[in-house]
């Protein structure tokens, strides 16, 4: 079992960047794909990006291609999300969440498969 805490949200300006942070507890972080989903008030949630257990697959979707990047620490087991030239769609509460299921396809943008969940942190970017 994992536990996951975000961190890193806040109040930013378009076109302004923010750091999210997640951390993991548990020996076994290693063990985990990982993935960033975020929702917005009245909007279903939606995938962001995720990365595998090694760190070698990365996935994103295409709203936040180029301007969103996911990584990762296994030593200091954290995933993290950097966003740059951020946008007022980019609104919203962010989740970590973490599945031992071997990302591949597309199956890493369906949050059904991640049995694991942070408490969220709001970003907000105003206009």
């Known amino acids: 079992q994992v536990q996951l805490a975000e961190s890193g949200g806040g109040l930013v300006q378009a076109g302004g960047s923010l750091r999210l942070s997640c951390a993991a507890s548990?020996?076994?972080?290693?063990?985990?794909?990982m993935g960033w989903f975020r929702q917005a008030p009245g909007k279903e949630r939606e995938f962001v990006a995720a990365?595998?257990?090694?760190?070698?697959?990365?996935y994103d979707a295409d709203s936040v291609k180029g301007r969103f990047t996911i990584s990762r620490d296994n030593a200091k087991n954290m995933v993290y999300l950097q966003m740059n030239s951020l946008k007022p769609e980019d609104t919203a509460v962010y989740y970590c969440?973490?599945?031992?299921?071997?990302?591949?396809?597309?199956?890493?943008?369906?949050?059904?498969?991640?049995?694991?969940w942070g408490q969220g942190t709001q970003v907000t970017v105003s206009s």
């Open positions: 969440a973490a599945t031992p299921t071997i990302i591949y396809g597309n199956n890493y943008a369906f949050p059904t498969i991640y049995d694991y």
């Open positions: 548990g020996r076994t972080f290693s063990r985990y794909d």
């Open positions: 990365i595998s257990r090694s760190g070698g697959g990365i």
